[in-house]
């Protein structure tokens, strides 16, 4: 038998001695029908007991993540929420995340004016709520993911804890993580010398599913 030939032996040691190749990033694009970006404000103030608790749904949002499960320090994620689009407690979105709110719908919409008005987000000048992150990292046995919160036309980093999975070919990334209003340059809604008010701190909930950007240019 011929032993292997010079080249043909130092071929296979580069081979084996070459780093790992990795496969591409996949990027997603963010399915808006199945999404839910939603923000949970409190009631506070010595008359709560006559205030509600609110949650706020966005129902116009668009975006993109890119995710490499070999690398997901490098995921990136977009999403942009049109403000006029928030809903303030919208029957279903109430009793799916258990909100004690009873308000009838003239209420309703009062509140909705309210959070959109120039005293508060101000949606006329400020018309969209951004997200942007472009990194994720562990800390101990959480996953946290890192960017930036623009809102009311004021950027914020932030980081919030996350949980990434795939199936069926769809990306869905879940998270939350607490806000300041008053940090974004506008006060929490306040009436009656600040007797019934909702709390400063707010969280914001992501629920995110994605699915291959190639996928979904196919299907238009």
């Known amino acids: ?5 010079r080249t043909l032996t130092c071929s296979l040691l580069l081979l084996l001695a070459a780093p790992p190749a990795f496969a591409d990033p996949t990027t997603y694009v963010i ?8 923000v949970l404000v409190y009631k506070a103030g010595i008359a ?10 966005a129902k116009e949002l668009a975006g993109e993540i890119t995710w490499d499960p070999e690398r997901p320090e490098a995921t990136k994620v ?3 929420v049109q403000a006029g689009s928030l809903v303030a407690d919208d029957p279903q979105v109430v009793k799916k995340h258990k909100v004690a709110s009873d308000l009838g719908e003239d209420d309703r919409k009062a509140v909705e004016e309210n959070l959109k008005g120039e005293d508060q987000l101000h949606v006329a000048k400020y018309p969209t709520i951004t997200f942007t992150a472009d990194s994720l990292r562990k800390v101990k046995d959480a996953i946290y993911l890192a960017g930036t919160l623009t809102l009311h036309g004021v950027a914020k980093k932030v980081s919030l804890l996350v949980t990434i999975e795939e199936q069926d070919g769809r990306l869905r990334g879940r998270g939350k993580l607490s806000v300041k209003q008053s940090d ?5 809604f306040s009436a009656f010398l600040g007797a019934v008010k909702v709390k400063d701190q707010a969280v914001i909930m992501l629920d995110l599913v994605a699915v291959p950007a190639k996928k979904e240019t196919a299907q238009r």
Do not use: K, L
């Open 31 to 38: 399915d808006a029908e199945e999404s839910e970006v939603v």
């Open 1 to 5: 038998m011929r032993a292997p030939s």
């Open 184 to 188: 974004f340059g506008y006060e929490p």
């Open 48 to 57: 709560a007991r006559f205030a509600h608790d609110h949650v706020i749904a």
């Open 78 to 80: 977009s999403v942009t």
